[in-house]
């Protein structure tokens, strides 16, 4: 069986690269004042979450790995000048999205889209290293005892119950069911079904007015 962490992990990403399309394709051309009311409230949503496991994985897990394994200090390094990089084409988004919410010139859409490139091509590639080179050495250093570490005093640590449900219902997004183990195997059964009773046909509806046809 697949290890639940390296799977979540990749769940977290492939929903991130999934909404910086929709994203790039929801502004290629104008929309609604509706639309685009939603659009940048989910977009900008989507930045608190990435910042949050980013966070998390600078202040908890590359620490955590090198208390073990000092000699992956270079890797560890890179990871997070990694996130740095993200982090200040994330606060362009961050900012074009806040522009965009207050006007919907075809400028703001623009230099919207024009962020969103930037975005994809800082995060796209930090993505594919993570998974190809650190995700590995990560699971191969941490035991159990170090993720519930991690997941109580990082990963979790400051979320709410309705900021976990929405997060819960962007990974299951579009998550064939081949995959959805990964989030109920971090969730409890009975938590997942209230948290999709409950923030399911919100995240549904928000999904349909932002995206629209895209």
């Known amino acids: 069986m697949k290890n639940p962490h390296e799977e979540l992990n990749t769940v977290i990403h492939d929903a991130l690269r999934r909404d910086l399309e929709r994203l790039e394709r929801a502004v290629s051309a104008p929309v609604s004042e509706e639309q685009r009311a939603v659009l940048c409230s989910h977009a900008t949503w989507m930045l608190d979450v990435l910042h949050h496991h980013h966070v998390g994985e600078d202040e908890g897990v590359w620490p955590l790995v090198l ?15 990694e996130h740095e990089k993200l982090a200040e084409a994330s606060d362009g988004l961050r900012t074009a999205l806040a522009e965009y919410a207050a006007d919907g010139s075809d400028t703001r859409r623009e230099a919207v889209a024009d962020a969103v490139r930037n975005m994809q091509a800082t995060t ?13 050495l990560v699971l191969d250093t941490l035991d159990q005892d170090d993720w519930k570490y991690l997941e109580k005093n990082h990963f979790r640590k400051g ?17 064939g069911d081949d995959r959805r183990w990964v989030v109920s195997s971090t969730i409890p059964g009975p938590v997942l079904w209230f948290m999709g009773r409950r923030y399911g046909p919100r995240y549904r509806r928000e999904c349909q007015v932002a995206w629209g046809a895209a």
Not at 67 to 75: E, F, N, Y
């Open 67 to 81: 208390t073990k394994r000092p000699d992956l200090q270079p890797l560890m390094d890179q990871m997070e000048q």
């Open 124 to 136: 796209l590639p930090h993505l594919e290293h993570e998974e190809r080179e650190a995700m590995p």
């Open 159 to 175: 979320v709410s119950f309705g900021e976990a449900g929405m997060t819960a219902m962007w990974w299951l997004d579009g998550l």
